[in-house]
């Protein structure tokens, strides 16, 4: 089962590359059932998180704890890539571990640790970085909590620190990490290179400055909780911008939209392509 839903995700991925100078949508009808949800989640949460250092940053007697993963054979003098990586709101908290969730580990992989040379740095926070307003229309909207900044802030001091390749500077998340990624981006576009929001509720306060930038939308059609029409939306708002990829999973709820992202190379292989 696991074999065929790489193999379905790959032929899809190959469409999208192939279609990578157009504006793309894409739609699978892969299925996950109860033994696959468990066997994959299973292989990440066996991945040790001995990789991630533990680091806070703190500024006016506010502090972020996050936790930072190096390149393989990481070398000073070289500059690579960065990855902000953030937590659905589950993983709410100020331990330093529980935003260590199924996405993020991804980066542990591995196949991608040794293929993928970049920092990750994944931050948690003690509150909704991302919360949900209605809009007339009843549709929901994204909006950052007021410490979003802080984000900015570690951003900053990092590359002042470290060795860091400014065109190649991403973000990606999953449910309320997808929301709060957006925000971001909308409040400082032009510090990133690309985004990858997956079961998002969509930030448009600054969609102008998007339609520029690379964009790829994942969401299961059967979403529940974050609905699948924010994406769509989102995607309808970004045309004429031809590095957006947007790609439904049929078949999918917000409790599983993750599982076929999560043995695959895809999203690495996507993200590491884009450049301001």
């Known amino acids: ?11 899809n991925f190959a469409l999208i590359a192939f279609g990578v100078n157009a504006q793309t949508r894409f739609s699978d009808s892969t299925k996950v ?11 990440i949460n066996k991945l ?25 054979n990481y070398d000073s ?26 996405l993020s580990k991804i980066w542990i992989r591995e196949d991608v640790y040794d293929r993928y040379s970049a920092y990750v740095i994944v931050p948690q926070f003690k509150e909704r970085s991302s919360t949900y307003l209605k809009a007339d229309d009843g549709s929901l909207r994204s909006v950052p909590f007021n410490d979003i900044h802080m984000v900015l802030n570690l951003l900053d001091d990092f590359q002042r620190r470290y060795n860091v390749d400014k065109s190649r500077i991403y973000l990606i998340g999953y449910s309320m990490g997808g929301s709060t990624a957006q925000n971001i981006l909308n409040l400082a576009p032009d510090k990133f290179a690309a985004i990858v929001s997956v ?14 930038k690379s964009v790829f939308l994942i969401h299961g059609k059967m979403d529940a909780v974050n609905p699948y029409e924010g994406s769509e939306e989102l995607f309808q708002k970004l045309k004429g911008n031809k590095n957006v990829v947007f790609k439904t999973f049929t078949e ?19 993200l590491f392509k884009q450049k301001k």
């Open 199 to 212: 079961a998002a509720v969509p930030d448009f306060s600054n969609i102008h400055s998007l339609k520029r």
């Open 77 to 102: 003098t070289k500059s690579y890539p960065v990855i902000i990586a953030f937590h659905n709101s589950s993983r709410i908290g100020n331990d330093n571990e529980k935003q260590l969730e199924h």
């Open 48 to 72: 040790s998180h001995d990789l991630f250092e533990k680091h806070t940053y703190t500024k006016d007697e506010k502090s972020l704890p996050y936790r930072l993963l190096k390149p393989k």
């Open 33 to 43: 059932d109860s033994l696959t949800f468990v066997r994959t989640r299973d292989i």
């Open 252 to 270: 999918l709820n917000h409790d599983n939209i993750t599982i076929p992202l999560l043995l695959d190379n895809k999203i690495p292989h996507w």
């Open 1 to 11: 089962m696991l074999k065929k839903i790489k193999a379905l995700f790959f032929i």
